[in-house]
């Protein structure tokens, strides 16, 4: 397989590799349709223990696949109490079918007589919640919603959905392991990472957020397109630093398809470019 063939399979059926016997397809929608239309009790019996498929744990786990992760819409999407919910979260966590991403915003209070604006008093920081196996996001994502048809042998609706919102699948497993090549990049400078991973904030979202043992904050994006990334991406990562209060040293951006030349000749210390070869310090 190519780097690309493989974070396409490993976004669909990620944690299973050791339960099933995996035939190569040039096509990943034949992929898809051979596991998951013609062979669909095979793989809904992966999904495991089998309660996840019903009430309330197939609502939570699907409101975490379908959205953005945060731990109280979460609960909202699934129709849960906080009481309810929050326990059926822990159980989940410890049996290692979700894990917690912590927020890293920080507390709009700066101190408890601070008053805050009016349109402020209702947001929520919130924690994310994330899948551990890339396999149970789509299962929950985009497969249990069409149960009914697929256990009747009916993949029409559910292969057009999936060909119009596949990419949000292998978006963040790009994410995740941009996340990880930034990390080993700088582990083998004189100035390794503190910390990394996305942040999220009441004004934006952003794929990377990292500081260096040298105090330099880098903010950076992950674009999983087919076509190269412009100068306009890293204006729009600029705007939302700035709408965030996001003072970043190092700005880098990853693209799947290479870069613009105007960008490639903007690059300097204050820029990092990686394409989808720098991924190959992963392997």
């Known amino acids: 397989m190519t780097l690309e063939q493989s974070i396409e399979y490993f976004s669909i059926l990620g944690g299973m590799e050791e339960s099933i016997d995996l035939d190569f397809f040039e096509d990943l929608f034949s992929m898809v349709k051979s596991n998951f239309v013609d062979h669909f009790s095979t793989f ?88 551990c196996k890339p396999f149970m996001r789509f299962w929950f994502g985009f497969v249990t919603y069409y149960r009914k ?35 080993q990049y700088y582990s083998a400078s004189t100035t390794p990472l503190l910390s990394n991973g996305s942040y999220w904030d009441q004004h934006s979202e952003f794929d990377l957020l990292a500081v260096t043992a040298d105090k330099k904050l880098i903010l950076g994006e992950c674009k999983y397109k087919e076509r190269k990334v412009c100068k306009n991406e890293l204006s729009k990562l600029k705007a939302k630093a700035e709408k965030s209060s996001i003072a970043a040293d190092i700005y880098v951006l990853f693209s799947k398809n290479g870069f613009s030349n105007e960008l490639l000749q903007m690059q300097d210390e204050k820029l990092l470019l990686f394409d989808l070869n720098d991924l190959k310090i992963l392997l």
């Open 149 to 183: 048809d697929l256990l009747q042998g009916n993949g029409t609706l559910f292969l057009e959905n999936f060909e119009s919102h596949y990419e949000r699948l292998r978006s963040l497993v790009y994410e995740q392991l941009c996340n990880d090549m930034l990390w």
């Open 44 to 131: 809904q019996s992966l999904v495991s223990p089998s309660y996840l498929l019903e009430t309330p744990y197939r609502e939570i786990l699907s409101a975490v696949a379908r959205g953005d992760g945060k731990f109280y819409s979460v609960l909202r999407k699934a129709r849960l109490s906080e009481g309810a919910g929050e326990e059926i979260i822990k159980e989940l966590v410890s049996s290692g079918i979700l894990y917690i991403e912590p927020t890293r915003e920080q507390p709009l209070r700066i101190h408890p007589k601070h008053k805050l604006k009016k349109e402020l008093r209702s947001y929520r920081i919130q924690d994310k919640l994330r899948f």
